[in-house]
């Protein structure tokens, strides 16, 4: 934690008095700090208790009148490793779920590209709100991370889910959170991910392809990069948003990811998530084939997955696959595992339609030699933040 460099961001919640100790905690292991106080935060704790325990000014307004032309919600966002809002309210969960930018604290968070941790604390029925969990659903998928919060006796009486993690706590995971990554950073790990269809063309207008939209796989290079991981995303055709921090390499046919894939090695980490057509026509043909001429053969597609996990000299330390089941799930991404040689299989059910291809949902089971660890149905970005993780760790433990 020595040097990290951490904006606090204070909001107005019973439990603003816990940050204090949090900043003697961070101060102790020799973090900087600086902290943003919210208009309301101002009613609980003092911006001089503040000041003294940080050892830095408190910056409250967006518009300074000493320092208009400094504009803190641009240079406190260059300057920080990463934003900690604790205690985040209801209220401003909703300001930054919807992308509003009326005061420092939420016009920070909205220009920044750092890391976002909430340390949510409410009343159990503010949380257990609709409103309050769409948002959280939201606040995660643009992978912002939480801490807490737990279940307790809440200062309003009741009791439930709602109540602030304890400073201790938080300090435990971002003390996780900076050593996973310097792990990372010193081991250079680098990782593959294909994702996407493929397009396998019969004649220059006709071509086989699939379903898959990229979502998963494109979370999953996200998340591992996140991690501080050097990655590169091979990605069959997708309309979707290029992850930040990620390498990308666009492809339309299996044979064009065979040959990327082999120009990458060697990485660390393989992840082939890509829906890569099993099938391609036998023969391509120039010119456009005439309505009443059409036969087609068909061939097996070069198996990228089994290609890498069965590759003497340059085999990735980890090797994960996908498999997209309508069936008999387990049995069958076993026995897939054990075929291709691969180290642990994800596997899915696209016969249900909330989740899988073209979802923003997923549902999966890592198997992962005998243990198979389910992950329930959620958002794919939150799966990916999951299987991400499971994959650091085998590095890092
Ligand atoms: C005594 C008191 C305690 C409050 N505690 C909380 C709380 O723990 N969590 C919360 O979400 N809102 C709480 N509120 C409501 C917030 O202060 C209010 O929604 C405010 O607009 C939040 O502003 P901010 O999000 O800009 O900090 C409390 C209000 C009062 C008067």
Redesign the pocket.
Known sequence: MKKKKIILI???????YKSLDLIRLLKKRECEIKVIL????K??VTPLSISALSQNKVYQDIFDSDREAEMDHISLSRWCDIILFC???????A?LATGRAD?L??TLVLASNKQVVLA????VR??LHKSTQNNIKKLLDFGYLTVGPSTGE???GEYGE?K?SSPEQIYEFLNNYFSERDIVKNKNLKALVTAGPTKEYIDPVRFITNNSSGKQGYEIANSLAKFGVETTLISGPSTLQKPENVNIVKVETADQMYRETKKLLPVDIAVCSAAISDFKPEKYETKKIKKNTLNLNLKRNIDILEFLSKHNSQRPKLVVGFAAETNDILKFATEKKNIKYCDWIVANDISDSEIGFNSEYNAVSIIDGNRVEKIEKNLKSYIANKIAKKIINNFTQ
């Open positions: 204070i909001g107005g919640g019973i439990a603003a919210t208009a309301s935060g009613k609980f205690p985040i309210t209801a209220n401003s969960m300001k005061d604290a939420s949510p604390a409410m009343n503010m949380w809440m200062a309003c709602g602030m």
